[in-house]
């Protein structure tokens, strides 16, 4: 059973940093497709950002680009989402996501429905 657990939420003021990890507890860490997700309060679920396998590839959501970097360290098994220029939008809760690839494909989508595993998610609040 694949586990996926994040941390590193909290509340920060406008401006501010904040560096989201996401461990994935499965032996073949470094075969899954990884993604960010987040959830406003009262709004749907919606794509944040993505890497491959081999973090040839990201995808980042339009209003995150150049704000937010998203890497992977498959020898810890962990994922990263960097958060910087924070802004009251993006507060929400903060999931990450794992879509099992092939060995050696660095496919990457989007699309919430493909991602198979699901971490409980870590509140990010961004106030003044």
């Known amino acids: 059973q694949v586990q996926l657990v994040e941390s590193g939420g909290g509340l920060v003021q406008p401006g501010e940093s904040l560096r989201l990890s996401c461990v994935i507890s499965?032996?073949?860490?470094?075969?899954?497709?990884m993604g960010w997700f987040r959830q406003a309060p009262g709004k749907e679920r919606e794509f944040v950002a993505c890497?491959?396998?081999?973090?040839?590839?990201?995808v980042y959501e339009e209003s995150v680009k150049g704000r937010f970097t998203v890497s992977r360290d498959n020898a810890k098994a962990t994922v990263y989402l960097q958060m910087n220029r924070l802004k009251p939008e993006d507060t929400g809760v903060y999931f990450c996501?794992?879509?099992?690839?092939?060995?050696?494909?660095?496919?990457?989508?989007?699309?919430?429905?493909?991602?198979?595993?699901w971490g409980q998610g870590t509140h990010v609040t961004v106030s003044s």
């Open positions: 890497i491959s396998r081999s973090s040839i590839k990201t």
């Open positions: 996501a794992a879509l099992p690839v092939d060995q050696y494909s660095d496919y990457i989508t989007r699309r919430e429905i493909e991602y198979v595993y």
């Open positions: 499965e032996r073949s860490r470094d075969t899954y497709a």
